[in-house]
């Protein structure tokens, strides 16, 4: 037998296995595993405490957050929270009798040892998708053989908050956009209707955040989606709150700019779900001489066969083709980004502020020939790359309690925090009159940077300590972020030194969480982009109330957004360098600074907090032996 072989095998598709099998169904429970509420939620089931009970909750959660808990999709076409079955169910037993000094390790979504680190170490080390470079291109049929997994970013480090997480990126994305269209110009040139439209597809998971983010903007939305159930999803979510994602839902384009024509001249503010293919709409716009505002996309382009839906054929029989002919189906996917973004170029070339929302669409048709693909850029460069040099960032957390009373709780406290960050302060009010809590854990999320994250995360644990809040809360991020990615179509496109590709920054970020306390930790290929086209690391990290989560969140939460400061301020972005500057951090080769003066930092944090929201955090501890006990 010669090793070597075996591996071509599995690239030819040899030894693909069956859904079923891949998914090891046979474990399959017989509902979703259920998130304990009520007082059950209030006390930890597991041998090492709330360390690996947020672990299992934060799985579940996902499950109940995702898009279809039995075949553990959870977003972003195929991102998954586990391998299958059997690994899931393996991985909670392990972490239920994991000693409060042992990590569990996880390869890809299946449980791979566990041995004793120490009460510093994450519980749990994750990583997922991971391809030697040039062996990349097969990626799939390592997949297909059982070898591997698509773990997105949250779904596979298990901190995926359903359509919030992704709700307040997009309104800062849509608005920033917006800012930028009307400074153009050719605005003056746009008709009242065009001045109010945003356009875009896709109602996923993620995507499906988009009607609702526009109308927080003020503008009238219409977002194509071949999927008439998700279409449904979303005109049903939020109505009975009184804040439908989808106002409108339509077969027929026509009726689609109709019903916002009228909305526009009345002056008011919708969204609107039509049942049709990107491609349609946007050649409808063309053909009509109709430029919106602002135009982007957010269908699954990252993943040509199980992502996005080809045109010319209706969703069902694309679902069908998918398993029977996948060549056919990709062959049809193929044209259809091709004339995708050509649309999307045109559009742009006609005035529309068109960016690209991070799901590859424009390397997608790049590759299939389409020259002008890049002739529109990416939204971090257009609007977060300044952001990042701040170390600011999407942070979220969820509520272990599984009472949206405490989320409403870190939102008054968050508030008196950042009462000056007008921004912030808005998107909770809007937060709280938009975005109905989901299935899973209550969760909530903002931007916040260098110092807010820290003081945040501690502030937190000292209510958690205080009984303020009813049980701890896990503090986590995704990979829209400064210091922990590198993905050159999106996070790290045009750096300024053109290291967009270089893989160190992610392994650096992720080290520097491990050994400074993050609960769990992960390593991925892939989010947003698909694999090879990105690297990224994550960090959860819990507070539990005790003064060593406190001392560990310290660590965690000013190393996180630091490293995205220390990355831009590595790649020459001057604004990076002086928040370093501000702050007196030692920037190597970019500053004299020394020595990082982390007490005077802490004892910053400390008078903060008490100053701004009246909470007193625990002194920092002088014997962090102690705290092992
Ligand atoms: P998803 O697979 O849940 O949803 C995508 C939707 O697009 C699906 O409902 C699908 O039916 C629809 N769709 C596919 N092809 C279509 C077509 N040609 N015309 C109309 N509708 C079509 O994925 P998601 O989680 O919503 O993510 C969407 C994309 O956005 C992914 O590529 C993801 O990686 C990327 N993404 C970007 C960000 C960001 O911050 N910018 C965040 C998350 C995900």
Same mark, same amino acid.
């Given at each position: 037998?010669?090793?070597r072989n075996?591996m071509e095998?599995?690239?030819s598709?040899k030894?693909?296995?069956?859904e079923?099998?891949r998914? *090891?169904?046979d474990?399959?429970p017989?509902d ?5 509420k009520?007082e059950?939620?209030l006390?930890?089931s597991?041998?090492?405490g ?14 109940h957050n995702g898009? $279809?808990? #039995?075949?553990?999709?959870?977003y ?5 929270v586990?391998? $299958?079955?059997?690994s @899931? ?7 239920k ?6 990590t569990l390790?996880?390869q890809?979504?299946?449980p ?10 994450p519980?749990c ?5 991971v391809?030697?470079?040039?062996w990349t291109p097969? @990626?799939?049929?390592?997949v297909a053989?059982g070898?591997s ?10 901190? @995926? ?7 307040q990126?997009t309104?800062?994305t ?9 400074k ?10 065009e001045k109010k439209l945003v356009?875009?597809?896709g ?8 009607p609702?983010?526009? *109308?927080?903007?003020?503008k ?5 989606e %071949?999927?008439? /159930?998700?279409?449904d999803r979303?005109?049903n979510t939020?109505? $009975?709150q009184?804040a ?8 027929s384009? #026509?009726?689609?700019i109709?019903?916002?024509q009228e909305s526009a001249?009345?002056g008011e503010v919708?969204?609107i779900g039509v ?7 946007l050649?409808?716009l063309?053909? #009509?001489?109709?430029?919106?505002l ?7 382009a990252?993943?040509l066969?199980n992502?996005?839906y080809p045109m010319?054929i ?7 083709m998918r398993?029977?002919?996948?060549e056919?189906?990709?062959e049809?996917? *193929?044209?259809t980004?091709v004339?995708?973004v050509?649309?999307m170029?045109e559009?742009?070339?006609r005035?529309?502020?068109?960016f ?9 048709a790049y590759?299939l020939g389409?020259?002008?693909a890049f002739?529109?850029s990416?939204?971090?460069?257009e609007y977060v790359r300044p952001?990042?040099?701040e170390?600011?960032?999407?942070f979220r957390w969820?509520a272990?309690?599984?009472?949206p009373? $405490?989320i409403k709780i870190?939102?008054?406290?968050a508030?008196?925090l950042f009462y000056?960050d ?7 009010e ?8 989901e299935?899973?854990?209550p969760?909530r ?7 807010g ?5 501690m502030?937190?644990?000292k ?15 995704? /990979?829209?972020?400064g210091g922990?990615?590198?993905?050159p179509n999106?996070?790290t496109e045009?750096? *300024?030194?053109g290291?967009d590709a ?5 392994i ?5 969480n491990a ?5 769990w930790?992960?390593y991925h290929?892939?989010?947003g982009v ?11 990290i819990?507070?539990d ?5 406190q001392?560990?969140l ?6 996180d957004?630091l490293s995205?400061?220390?990355?831009h301020?590595?790649a020459?972005?001057e604004?990076a360098i002086?928040?370093?500057n501000?702050?007196?951090? %030692?920037i190597p080769g970019?500053n #004299?600074?020394?020595e ?15 100053d701004r929201t009246g ?6 501890m002088?014997?962090?032996e102690?705290?092992?006990k």
């Amino acid at each position: 037998m010669n090793y070597r072989n075996r591996m071509e095998e599995i690239m030819s598709g040899k030894h693909r296995l069956s859904e079923e099998d891949r998914l *090891k169904m046979d474990y399959l429970p017989d509902d979703i595993p259920p998130l304990p509420k009520g007082e059950d939620a209030l006390k930890p089931s597991t041998k090492a405490g709330w360390e690996t009970e947020a672990i299992i909750r934060a799985m579940i959660s996902n499950l109940h957050n995702g898009r $279809d808990w #039995e075949k553990l999709y959870i977003y972003g076409g195929s991102g998954k929270v586990a391998r $299958d079955w059997k690994s @899931f169910n393996e991985t909670v037993e392990l972490l239920k009798t994991l000693e409060p000094n042992e990590t569990l390790f996880l390869q890809s979504g299946v449980p791979y040892g566990k041995m004793q680190t120490t009460r510093w170490a994450p519980r749990c080390v994750i990583t997922n998708s991971v391809i030697v470079p040039h062996w990349t291109p097969y @990626f799939e049929e390592f997949v297909a053989s059982g070898l591997s997994v698509y773990g997105q970013m949250t779904a596979g480090s298990f901190i @995926f908050i359903g359509l919030q997480g992704i709700i307040q990126g997009t309104y800062e994305t849509i608005a920033a956009s917006i800012k930028a269209a009307e400074k153009k110009q050719i605005y003056q040139e746009f008709s009242n209707f065009e001045k109010k439209l945003v356009v875009s597809a896709g109602l996923g998971l993620m995507s499906g955040a988009q009607p609702l983010a526009i *109308k927080m903007c003020e503008k009238i939305g219409i977002i194509a989606e %071949v999927n008439p /159930h998700l279409i449904d999803r979303m005109y049903n979510t939020g109505r $009975d709150q009184g804040a439908p994602y989808l106002d409108y839902k339509t077969e027929s384009i #026509e009726e689609a700019i109709k019903i916002a024509q009228e909305s526009a001249e009345k002056g008011e503010v919708v969204s609107i779900g039509v049942l049709c293919n990107a491609i349609d709409l946007l050649q409808y716009l063309v053909e #009509e001489e109709i430029t919106p505002l602002v135009l982007t996309d957010q269908t699954s382009a990252h993943d040509l066969l199980n992502g996005y839906y080809p045109m010319g054929i209706s969703y069902d029989e694309a679902d069908i083709m998918r398993v029977e002919s996948p060549e056919e189906y990709l062959e049809r996917s *193929k044209k259809t980004v091709v004339k995708h973004v050509s649309l999307m170029v045109e559009l742009n070339k006609r005035g529309a502020e068109t960016f690209d929302y991070g799901n590859n669409i424009r390397q997608q048709a790049y590759e299939l020939g389409v020259e002008d693909a890049f002739d529109y850029s990416g939204f971090v460069l257009e609007y977060v790359r300044p952001l990042f040099c701040e170390g600011k960032g999407p942070f979220r957390w969820m509520a272990l309690s599984n009472d949206p009373e $405490d989320i409403k709780i870190t939102d008054k406290y968050a508030k008196k925090l950042f009462y000056d960050d007008t921004q912030l302060v808005n998107w909770l009010e809007l937060a709280d009159k938009y975005i109905p809590f989901e299935k899973g854990l209550p969760a909530r999320v903002f931007w916040a940077g260098f110092v807010g994250r820290a003081a945040f995360g501690m502030l937190m644990n000292k209510l958690v300590s205080e009984g303020i809040l009813k049980a701890p809360v896990v503090i986590g991020r995704d /990979h829209l972020d400064g210091g922990s990615v590198a993905s050159p179509n999106r996070e790290t496109e045009g750096m *300024k030194d053109g290291s967009d590709a270089i893989g160190d920054y992610p392994i650096i970020n992720l080290l520097g969480n491990a050994l400074s306390g993050a609960t769990w930790v992960s390593y991925h290929g892939g989010g947003g982009v698909g694999v090879g086209y990105s690297l990224h690391a994550g960090q959860v990290i819990l507070a539990d109330g005790t003064r060593l989560s406190q001392e560990k969140l310290f660590r965690v939460l000013t190393w996180d957004p630091l490293s995205a400061v220390l990355r831009h301020a590595a790649a020459g972005y001057e604004k990076a360098i002086d928040v370093g500057n501000e702050h007196k951090l %030692v920037i190597p080769g970019r500053n #004299e600074i020394r020595e990082f003066d982390y007490e005077k930092l802490y004892d910053h944090i400390v008078t903060l907090v008490k100053d701004r929201t009246g909470v007193e955090l625990f002194p920092p501890m002088e014997n962090l032996e102690l705290s092992l006990k």
